[in-house]
């Protein structure tokens, strides 16, 4: 394997990692209001809110 090919591989598996490392960190916290313990709904840093909507007898 040449030196060029082993740089791009390391260079792509790099920024694979920084992708995701920076996907996770995005997740949100819990609103203020929550009853306590709910995880649901959460404030992301850019604002956006995120809801869970339980509906275990829903039909299609």
Partial sequence: MSAMRKLLSVGIILLSWLSVSAQVANEG???????R???????????????QIKAPTAEK
């Fill in 29 to 35: 916290r819990p609103a203020t209001s929550n009853v």
């Fill in 37 to 51: 313990g709910a995880e649901y709904p959460k404030i992301r840093p850019d604002l956006r809110v995120t809801f």
